[in-house]
C-alpha cells in the first residue's frame, strides 16, 4: 500500500496541544510512558506465543532497547514485542484515544497544571506526550505473525504519514528526533546516556523485562603509562525485581508509587498499598492499590478489570475479573500466583477454586484496609469515600457475604450533620435507649430528601434519620437489612410510630373516620387507604408505602431501565392538626351525602403530597386548572 497522509480526529488535534503544551511539567515522564507500552507489548507476546503455538515469533530473548545517538539528536525506544498492524497503527495513534475524548478535554481544560499531568494517563494517550521532547516521532512497527510492517510519522501539527515498510523487524521501534536542550523549561538531554540511565532507574527499575543500552566503558591499564581499555558494552538499566515478591520493608514508598503508575498508567500517587504474601494450601502474592482519584470511565459499562495476573512471575494477563468483584473494580495492582498452568483460560479462572480463595481473601482485604483507614486516618478515608464510596456500596447488592463489613466500613448522610456522614456505629450511639431501628430515607438528592414532609414529625422528636441518595441505596435498602441487630426502617413506609397515646387516637380516628373514607373513594384511582398520622407536624398531607412496598425512586429507576412497573396505589396520610385537613373535614360534615363539590380540593391535596415529595404528577395540565380553579373562587 502507497504513502499516505492523514489528518488526525478534530477533537484528537486538540486534545495533542494539550499535551504538548499544557499538560506534563515533568517532561521526564514521556520515556516512563514508552518503555511501559514496550514492556506491556512484550507481556502481550509471550502470552500470545503460549496461547497460539503456530504464531511465527521470536521470544528467545525478549527486551526493551534505548539507542540514543547525540550527534543526530535521536532517541530511539524499541522492543521485539507483539507489534501492530497498519490498522492498529490506525486505530490506537492515529485517533490518540478512541473514546472519552470529549469528557478529557473538558477535564483538562478545568484542571489546574498539578491535577492535569494526572489526568492524562487515565485515557491512556501518554505515547503523545513524546512530542514535549520531540520536533519529529517516528514509528516503526510489525505484527507478530505478519510479514510486512508499518512506519508512522508526525511531527504533531495535525497530520501524520502512513507506510508499508518490507524489511521491519518484529516489534516497535520509536524515533524521537529530539528539541534542543533547555534546561530553564527541564528540557533535558535525552540523548545522553548519563541521563537515560537515571530516568530508568527512577521510573523503570521494576519492569520485568531487561531494559538495554550500548554504553562505552573504559578500564583503565594495569600498568602505568599504559593505554586504558575502551569498549561498548551492552548494559541492562534496571533491576527488574518483582516489587510483590517483596515484604513491605523492603520497598520505599517512591518504589510503589512508580510500579502503581506503571501498571495503572495513572499519574497520582497511590492513596493506600496492600501487600499480601499468602502461604499454605495456596501460596500467592498480592500487591494491590487504592487509588488517589476515580478515573474518567469508572461508570462506564466497558470498563476493564484493573488487576494484573501473574503466575510464578510469567505475565498472564492485564484484566482478570475473577480475582475482583465488579463494585471493587478501582483497585489496581498485581496477583502472582504459583500453582495456576501458564497457559490457564478465561473459562478455567471462572472455575479454578484457588481463584476463588484468592478473591475471598483479597476483597476481605481490601473493605479491611478502607475500614482501618475509616478510623485511623479520616482524611485519607473522605478522599477514598468522595472517589469510590457509590462504586463500594454497590457491594451492598451484590456481596452478601461481606454485607456487614461493607456496611460498617460505609458512611451515609444523616440529619444529625449538614457537613459530616456519619458511620452506622455513630448513628447507634447517639439513639435513644429505647429506639431499636435505624431510620432512613432515600430521595434522587439530600436537598429533596430534607424537605420531604416524611421527615417532620422525626425531626421535632429529636430522631436521627439517614439520607440516602445514591441510586444504589433505593437496591439495598429494599431488602430491608439490619446492622448489629438493628432492622432498617424507611420513614416513608408503614405507619410512624412517634407517639404512645392510644386513647387520643381513638377519639381522633372516630372524628375524622367520615372523611377517610370518603376521600378513599374519591382517590381510588391513586389510593389504597387514607388515615391519620403523627409524622407531619407543618404539612398537611404525605404519601407512604407498604412496609414491603417499592419506593417510588426504585420504580423509577426500573422504569428508566426498560422495565415495566404496574402503577401502585399508596397511603395518603392527613395531619389532623393542620388547616386544611380540618377546614375541609369541617366542610365534608356540612356537604352531607353531596359531597362532589369538594372533589377537586381532595384531587389538590394529594397533588401536593405527590409534589412535595419530588413526585411527578400524572397529568401536570388537570393539576395546573384544578388550582386555577381553586385560587378563582377565593377571590370571588
Same mark, same amino acid.
Not at 478534530?10 to 499544557?22: F, P
Not at 476493564?304 to 473494580?329: G, Q, T
Not at 417532620?456 to 430522631?463: L, P, S, V
Given at each position: ?14 486534545? /495533542? ?30 502470552? #500470545? ?45 492515529? =485517533? ?13 481544560? #478545568?484542571?489546574?497544571?498539578?491535577? &492535569? ?12 506526550? =513524546? ?21 508512522? #510519522? ?41 541521563? /537515560? ?6 521510573? &523503570? ?42 515484604? %513491605? ?13 506503571? *501498571? ?9 498499598? *496492600? ?40 505475565? *498472564? ?10 463494585? !471493587? ?114 430521595? #434522587? =438528592? ?5 424537605? &420531604? ?15 440516602? $441518595? ?7 435498602? $429494599? ?50 387507604? =387514607? ?22 425512586? !426504585?420504580? %423509577? ?11 401502585? %396505589? ?55 386548572? !384544578? ?10
Amino acid at each position: 500500500m502507497s504513502s499516505q497522509v492523514h489528518e488526525f480526529q478534530a477533537e484528537a488535534r486538540q486534545l /495533542l496541544d494539550l499535551v504538548v503544551h499544557s499538560i506534563y511539567s515533568n517532561k521526564d515522564s514521556f520515556l516512563r510512558e514508552l518503555i511501559s507500552n514496550s514492556s506491556d507489548a512484550l507481556d502481550k507476546l509471550r502470552i #500470545e506465543s503460549l496461547r497460539d503455538k503456530d504464531l511465527v515469533a521470536d521470544t528467545s530473548d525478549l527486551h526493551v532497547r534505548l539507542t540514543p545517538d547525540a550527534d543526530a539528536r535521536t532517541l530511539t525506544v524499541s522492543d521485539n514485542g507483539i507489534g501492530m498492524s497498519r490498522d492498529d497503527v490506525v486505530e490506537l495513534i492515529g =485517533t490518540v484515544a478512541k473514546s472519552g475524548t470529549a469528557q478529557m478535554r473538558k477535564a483538562l481544560t #478545568e484542571a489546574g497544571d498539578a491535577a &492535569s499531568e494526572e489526568l492524562i494517563g487515565q485515557f491512556g494517550i501518554g505515547f503523545y506526550s =513524546t512530542f514535549m521532547v520531540a520536533d519529529r516521532v517516528v514509528m516503526v512497527t510489525r505484527k507478530a505473525g505478519e510479514t510486512v510492517g508499518t512506519r508512522w #510519522e508526525s511531527t504533531g501539527d495535525g497530520t501524520y504519514t502512513i507506510d508499508d515498510v518490507d524489511d521491519a523487524p518484529q516489534g516497535t521501534a520509536i524515533t524521537l528526533h529530539l528539541k534542543p536542550v533547555d534546561e530553564e523549561n527541564a528540557l533535558h538531554d535525552y540523548a545522553g546516556p548519563a541521563v /537515560l540511565r537515571g530516568l530508568v532507574k527512577k521510573y &523503570s527499575d521494576f519492569i520485568s523485562w531487561p531494559v538495554r543500552m550500548e554504553e562505552v566503558k573504559t578500564t583503565p591499564a594495569e600498568e602505568e603509562g599504559g593505554e586504558p581499555t575502551v569498549e561498548t558494552v551492552d548494559a541492562v538499566l534496571n533491576s527488574q525485581k518483582a516489587l510483590w515478591a517483596k515484604t %513491605k520493608d523492603e520497598v520505599t514508598d517512591d518504589e510503589y508509587a512508580e510500579f502503581y503508575r506503571h *501498571i495503572s498508567h495513572n499519574w497520582d500517587s497511590p492513596l493506600e498499598t *496492600i501487600s499480601l504474601h499468602a502461604e499454605g494450601t495456596f501460596e500467592y502474592q498480592a500487591l494491590l492499590f487504592l487509588p488517589t482519584q476515580a478515573p474518567f470511565d469508572l461508570f462506564m459499562r466497558e470498563r476493564k478489570s484493573a488487576l494484573h495476573l501473574y503466575v510464578r512471575r510469567v505475565f *498472564i494477563m492485564d484484566d482478570c475479573p475473577e480475582l475482583m468483584p465488579e463494585y !471493587l473494580r478501582f483497585v489496581q495492582g498485581v496477583v502472582d500466583a504459583n500453582d495456576l498452568s501458564l497457559n490457564v483460560s478465561r473459562e478455567i479462572l471462572q472455575q479454578d477454586r484457588q481463584i476463588r480463595a484468592i478473591r475471598r481473601r483479597l476483597v476481605k482485604k481490601v473493605i479491611g484496609t478502607v475500614q482501618e483507614m475509616q478510623d485511623r486516618r479520616p482524611e485519607d478515608y473522605q478522599t477514598f469515600w468522595s472517589n469510590f464510596g457509590r462504586v463500594f456500596k454497590e457491594g451492598l447488592v451484590n456481596d452478601q457475604d461481606n454485607f456487614q463489613a461493607l456496611l460498617k466500613a460505609s458512611v451515609f448522610d444523616s440529619t444529625a450533620s449538614e457537613t459530616e456522614p456519619t458511620t452506622l456505629a455513630d448513628y447507634l450511639s447517639r439513639c435513644g435507649a429505647d429506639q431499636d431501628v435505624i431510620y432512613y430515607m432515600t430521595g #434522587e =438528592t439530600r436537598q429533596q430528601i430534607e424537605r &420531604s414532609p416524611h421527615l417532620e414529625g422525626f425531626r421535632a422528636k429529636g430522631i436521627e434519620v439517614l439520607l440516602l $441518595s445514591d441510586p444504589v441505596d433505593e437496591m439495598w435498602t $429494599s431488602a430491608m437489612p439490619e446492622f448489629e441487630g438493628k432492622r432498617f426502617v424507611s420513614v416513608a413506609k408503614g405507619e410512624a410510630d412517634l407517639d404512645d397515646d392510644a386513647d387520643d387516637d381513638a377519639e381522633r380516628d372516630a372524628e375524622f373516620a367520615d372523611l377517610l373514607t370518603w376521600l378513599t373513594g374519591v382517590l381510588d384511582a391513586d389510593v389504597s387507604e =387514607t388515615r391519620l398520622t403523627k409524622r407531619l407536624t407543618d404539612s398537611a398531607a404525605c404519601l407512604v408505602g407498604d412496609q414491603f412496598s417499592m419506593s417510588p425512586q !426504585l420504580e %423509577k429507576l426500573y422504569r428508566a431501565s426498560g422495565q415495566p412497573m404496574p402503577h401502585t %396505589k399508596r397511603i395518603l396520610e392527613l395531619n389532623p392538626g393542620h388547616a386544611l385537613v380540618t377546614g375541609l373535614a369541617q366542610a365534608h360534615k356540612a356537604a352531607g351525602d353531596d359531597a362532589s363539590a369538594l372533589e377537586p380540593t381532595a384531587k389538590l391535596l394529594y397533588s401536593m403530597a405527590l409534589l412535595a415529595e419530588g413526585g411527578e404528577l400524572a397529568d401536570p395540565a388537570e393539576f395546573a386548572k !384544578l388550582l386555577s380553579d381553586t385560587l378563582v373562587a377565593g377571590l370571588k
